[in-house]
C-alpha cells in the first residue's frame, strides 16, 4: 500500500503564476481534503472532495480551486499566487465517513 | 468556527521525564485525533479518541479525551530523543468532515 502520494514534493514558483498540486489517496479511500501549514503553525482547511465534488469548504479566496477525478486523485490549483501563498501544503485521504485523516508528506510551495 | 488551543507550544525535557500537551476548547468535537509531524514532512496519525471520558495508550503515550469531548491530553512518559517533534491535535465536528487542528507542540528531548 503506498499511502497518500503527493507531487512534486518541492516548488518554487514567482508571484502571479499559477501552480498545480497532485495527490493520490491512500488505496480504498475516497474522500480527499486539502490543507495549508505554513510554517510553525497547525494545517489550515482548504477543501475537500468526494464523488467528483467540493464537499466543504475553508477560508480560502477562490484563487484556490480543486478537482476531484473518477479514480479518486485530486488536484489543488492556485492562481495569482502571492508571496504569503508560500507553505506546506498537504493531502489528507479518508473513507467516506471515515473518522481517520492520512496524510501525504506534502508539496513545499515557495512563491519568490 | 471551532478552535483548538494547544499548550505548551513549545517544550525542551531531559530524556526520561515525563511530559503531558493539553488541547483545549469551547466547542463539542465528535472525535479528535493526535498527530506527530517531523519536519518536511505530513503529519503520522497517532490516535483517535471518540468517546468522552475515553483514554487509549500506545507504548508511553497515553491521550485521553475530556467527558465533555471538548478538550483532550497527551502523556508521554520516560521521553527519548525519538519522540522530539511537532504534536499536532486535530478536532472533527462531525464524522468524515474537516478537521479543525491545534497549533501545535514542538518536543525536543535531549538525550
Known amino acids: 500500500d503506498a499511502g497518500v502520494t503527493q507531487s512534486p514534493t518541492h516548488l518554487i514558483k514567482t508571484r502571479g503564476q499559477q501552480v498545480t498540486l497532485r495527490c493520490s489517496p491512500k488505496?480504498?479511500?475516497?474522500?480527499v481534503s486539502w490543507y495549508q501549514q505554513a510554517l510553525g503553525q497547525g494545517p489550515q482547511f482548504i477543501f475537500q472532495y468526494y464523488e467528483e465534488e467540493e464537499r466543504q469548504r475553508g477560508n480560502f479566496p477562490d484563487r484556490f480551486s480543486g478537482h476531484q477525478f473518477p479514480n479518486y486523485s485530486s488536484e489543488l490549483n492556485v492562481n495569482a499566487l502571492l508571496l504569503g501563498d508560500s507553505a506546506l501544503y498537504l493531502c489528507?485521504?479518508?473513507?467516506?465517513?471515515?473518522?481517520?485523516?492520512?496524510f501525504g508528506q506534502g508539496t513545499r510551495l515557495t512563491v519568490v | 468556527t471551532q478552535l483548538l488551543e494547544q499548550s505548551p507550544q513549545f517544550l525542551s525535557i531531559q530524556e526520561g521525564e515525563n511530559l503531558t500537551v493539553y488541547c483545549n476548547s469551547s466547542?463539542?468535537?465528535?472525535?479528535l485525533q493526535w498527530y506527530r509531524q517531523e519536519p518536511g514532512e505530513g503529519p503520522v496519525l497517532l490516535v483517535t479518541v471518540v468517546t468522552g471520558g475515553e483514554v487509549k495508550k500506545l507504548k508511553r503515550l497515553t491521550f485521553q479525551f475530556g467527558d465533555a469531548r471538548k478538550d483532550s491530553s497527551l502523556h508521554i512518559t520516560a521521553a527519548q530523543p525519538g519522540d522530539t517533534g511537532l504534536y499536532l491535535c486535530?478536532?472533527?465536528?462531525?464524522?468524515?468532515?474537516?478537521?479543525?487542528f491545534g497549533e501545535g507542540t514542538q518536543l525536543t528531548v535531549n538525550p
Open positions: 486535530a478536532g472533527e465536528e462531525t464524522s468524515g468532515s474537516r478537521l479543525t
Open positions: 466547542s463539542v468535537f465528535s472525535s
Open positions: 489528507a485521504s479518508s473513507y467516506p465517513g471515515g473518522t481517520e485523516a492520512f
Open positions: 488505496s480504498g479511500h475516497d474522500t
